[in-house]
């Protein structure tokens, strides 16, 4: 069992940065791969970027791809999500996800196993 908790979100103007984190319970998490996803008011839960449990491969988004960076900690059991040059659109509530999947899959929610609660990103122009 894993335990996800998001943190970082908040409030930035379009053109600014932040970090989302993900911290995972658990004693297995280097064996997880991670993803985020995010959910805008009235649209379906989107792929922003995953990472191989290894770290060894990364996938994105198209629209996020040279601004957001998907990135982990083993050791601290931590998932980060570094957003750059953040745009209106980006504006969402992002989601921190784990799958056993190592690399199959890793675009699509189904694929997660367990799922954090969520941290609002809200960008102002």
């Known amino acids: 069992q894993v335990q996800l908790v998001e943190s970082g979100g908040g409030l930035v103007q379009a053109g600014g940065s932040l970090r989302l984190s993900c911290a995972a319970s658990?004693?297995?998490?280097?064996?997880?791969?991670m993803g985020w996803f995010r959910q805008a008011p009235g649209k379906e839960r989107e792929f922003v970027a995953a990472?191989?449990?290894?770290?060894?491969?990364?996938y994105y988004a198209d629209s996020v791809k040279g601004r957001f960076t998907i990135s982990r900690d083993n050791a601290k059991k931590t998932v980060y999500l570094q957003m750059n040059t953040l745009k209106l659109e980006d504006m969402a509530v992002y989601y921190c996800a784990a799958s056993y999947s190592q690399f199959t899959g890793l675009l699509m929610p189904q694929t997660y196993n367990y799922w954090g609660k969520g941290t609002q990103v809200t960008v102002s122009s």
């Open positions: 658990g004693r297995t998490f280097s064996t997880y791969s």
């Open positions: 990472i191989s449990w290894t770290a060894g491969s990364t």
